[in-house]
């Protein structure tokens, strides 16, 4: 039998999308002999988590952190081979600096012990500097209620986890010094705008599953190191046929069941893809104009759903002016603050990254009055930085970062089985029970291949330990034929 008959028995698939979602779909077709090809409009893959030169320096479009309970990101890394390039904490150990109450700057730190749950943060909620004895002793409690807590729960979803933290006590001080500093950076909103089920999934995952399960891990290479050269080289390996700078523009079912992708045209002129099944992995408005009617039982909710901004502010310093690899800040409106200078390449000075995220009020500032507000904002949070002098100031911004994880977004977002025989959903945005992180993303993308390879009568042939066992070869998730 020759290659092409093979490839065609085995079935053939086109991933629209080059993000952490498709590609991760397009890796998990291929490793189940499946034929696939990968479109990308942009001129590389990695989606939003992408870098980007600038003069001498490699520039992360944003800072991405993932933790040690992100067994699908961690898993990506590893198949890829770039697990070593973006290594975890040996502990959770996060300073939080606070410039607002007096005497001045008070250092504190949420830091685990080798203890078991639920002792193994203790110690540090005990001595946090930045809640009083009584919000110290509050937190407790309402952790321990979050635990009981069933994210599963369709309630929960209904409900915003700024009431429910007032309703147990949470101080607004505890909620800014505490609760929304671990709630902002990883659901992109603040209490008052997140659903409660979120909130539960992402905080007991994160802090009350396992002891380690917080510890944090980052790039130290640019990510599209990570994202694109490294996930194009696994891609090419398994047999993906990538294509980027190619959008689709269209997507139709032939009589006989098998799919069209048409695309935009370009220099080759218009052309069309052909395939057994497709996997949209792109955003939801652009997911809701290229499916075919009938696919979800109400489309129309995939345009309901929000997005949340995110905004970093890069600065280049002549000298250094932090000695920690990343800070978390209370009392100004820097949020988070990351050393990227090797990273990024810089040979002298310091390249610190501010990671702005729910930056409603900033992301469309111009970069003066953002200079003219944070760099103050700096020489107070670090004050090494006063004699120090600036080299470069510019900002990157993501107007759709992310879904915005508004209470009842949970019944907007659709699984990634579509009505029609051959098509899935990818993308952190679809109901993966995580919020929209590269977690969530990886995720989606092996739900997804699943889903296609079900339409297929395959099975997944690799198992993963963050995922269920695919379907019997055959039927579709749900048990439908």
């Not at 002793?137 to 729960?153: E, K, Q, S």
């Not at 890069?314 to 690899?325: C, E, G, M, Q």
Request: aromatic share 6%.
């Amino acid at each position: 039998m020759t290659r092409t008959a093979t490839a065609r028995a085995a079935g053939d698939a086109v991933v629209v999308g080059g993000g952490l979602a498709g590609v991760t779909a397009a890796l998990s077709l291929a490793d189940s002999g499946v034929r696939v090809t990968l479109l990308e409009g942009r001129p590389r893959l990695g989606g939003l988590a992408f870098s980007f030169r600038r003069g001498e320096l490699t520039v992360d479009n944003g800072q991405h952190v993932y933790l040690r309970c992100c067994t699908a990101y961690r898993w990506f890394l590893d198949r890829v081979g770039g697990a070593a390039l973006a290594p975890l904490q040996e502990r959770l150990d996060v300073p939080v600096l606070d410039v607002a109450r007096p005497p001045g700057r008070r250092l504190g730190r949420l830091r685990r012990d080798a203890l078991p749950v639920p002792l193994h943060l203790g110690r540090s909620l005990t001595a946090y500097p930045h809640l009083s004895l009584a919000d110290r002793a509050r937190v407790g409690r309402a952790a321990a209620a979050l635990y009981r807590l069933d994210p599963a729960d369709p309630a929960l979803d209904a409900r915003d986890f700024g009431g429910w933290l007032a309703e147990h006590g949470q101080s607004p001080r505890a909620v800014r010094a505490l609760w929304d500093l671990i709630g902002v950076a990883t659901l992109n909103a603040r209490a008052d705008d997140v659903s409660l089920a979120l909130a539960a999934m992402v905080l007991r995952t994160g802090l009350l599953s396992e002891a380690g399960a917080s510890d944090i891990g980052w790039a130290r290479v640019p990510l599209g190191e990570l994202h694109d050269t490294l996930a194009r080289r696994a891609l090419e390996a398994a047999g993906v046929q990538v294509l980027t700078r190619a959008r689709a523009t269209g997507l139709a079912r032939r009589e006989d069941g098998r799919w069209q992708v048409a695309l935009a045209e370009g220099a080759g002129g218009a052309r069309t893809i052909e395939a057994d099944a497709v996997v949209l992995a792109v955003p939801p408005r652009e997911t809701h104009g290229l499916l075919p009617g009938g696919a979800l039982e109400d489309a129309g909710r995939l345009l309901e759903i929000g997005h949340s901004p995110i905004l970093n502010v890069h600065v280049v310093y002549d000298r250094k002016v932090l000695d920690a690899p990343f800070v978390a800040a209370l009392g100004t409106p820097i949020q988070w603050v990351f050393d990227r200078t090797e990273a990024s390449g810089l040979t002298e000075g310091q390249y610190l990254a501010l990671s702005q995220s729910a930056a409603d009020e900033d992301i469309d500032a111009p970069v003066a009055d953002l200079r003219a507000r944070y760099l103050p904002e700096l020489e107070e949070l670090l004050p090494l930085t006063r004699g120090a002098r600036v080299r470069d100031f510019f900002v990157t911004r993501e107007r759709t970062a992310t879904f915005a994880p508004a209470p009842g977004v949970g019944r907007l977002r659709p699984g990634a089985r579509t009505r029609l025989p051959g098509l899935s959903l990818a993308g952190a945005w679809t109901a993966t029970g995580w919020p929209a992180t590269m977690e969530g993303a990886v995720r989606s993308g092996v739900s997804a291949a699943d889903a296609a390879l079900a339409s297929l009568g395959r099975a997944r042939l690799v198992r993963h330990a963050f995922a269920p066992d695919p379907a019997p070869a055959g039927t579709l998730p749900g048990g439908a034929a």
